[in-house]
């Protein structure tokens, strides 16, 4: 089975503080993704990486950054965390190619206090 | 306009009857359509894909697409309370394979 695990279920952060999400996954996919979802909003794309130190912004990657040192690990990085940043956040990882499917973590539930 | 359209419910329906969900999108070069289900505070998991138009059955599920409406639908047969969930639909993007997200329907059913 495919695992994805994430480092933390809920995190309490205060404002400007930088916080680290940590994604890793057991699988050897090339392709990692960050995900944050909304009520109402779905899922929405922050930054996705498609090999080790490469990485793509996605539809909203404002005050994210992003990191993939090892093909297993993708970190997220909140570099001054805002109320706007609360949120669920999910990782994803994939193989590449038509028809592939994402297979995701449990989720971080973020609080931005 | 959103690439794809879903309702987000909820949904609510009684124990055994028959479920559709669906979806709508916008790009006509589309060929792979993904459902996913999602319980209360865990990750989604696929459900079942299909490609191209026509349906596709699994157990108590068939997924269906017809591409000349741009619709997608998931049936859900004899639902049971374990089928309480949200429901994404996700196109798979043509460029870079990224998957295209619905905002997901809610659906819960009543024993």
């Known amino acids: 089975d495919v695992k994805v695990t994430q480092s933390s279920r809920y995190l309490v952060k205060r404002t400007g503080e930088k916080v680290f999400l940590e994604c890793v996954q057991d699988m050897d996919h090339e392709n990692m993704f960050w995900y944050r979802q909304d009520p109402g909003l779905g899922l929405r794309l922050i930054y996705f990486?498609?090999?080790?130190?490469?990485?793509e912004k996605g539809d909203i990657p404002e005050g994210y950054s992003v990191s993939r040192e090892k093909k297993e690990r993708f970190s997220l990085i909140l570099e001054s965390a805002s109320t706007n940043q609360t949120s669920m956040y999910l990782c994803?990882?994939?193989?590449?190619?038509?028809?592939?499917?994402?297979?995701f973590g449990p989720g971080t539930r973020l609080l931005v206090l | 306009q959103k690439e794809v359209e879903q309702d987000p419910g909820p949904l609510s329906v009684p124990e055994g009857a028959i479920v559709s969900l669906n979806c709508t999108y916008s790009n006509s070069a589309f060929q792979y359509f993904m459902w996913y289900r999602q319980y209360s505070r865990k990750g989604p998991e696929l459900l079942m894909y299909t490609y191209s138009s026509g349906n596709k059955e699994d157990g108590r599920f068939t997924a269906q697409v017809d591409k000349s409406s741009k619709y997608i639908s998931l049936f859900i047969r004899d639902s049971q309370p374990s089928d309480s969930a949200t429901y994404l639909c996700a196109p798979q993007g043509v460029s870079n394979y990224q998957l295209i997200w619905g905002a997901g329907t809610k659906l819960i059913i009543k024993p």
């Open positions: 994803a990882s994939g193989p590449p190619g038509a028809g592939k499917t994402q297979y």
């Open positions: 990486s498609y090999d080790v130190k490469m990485k």
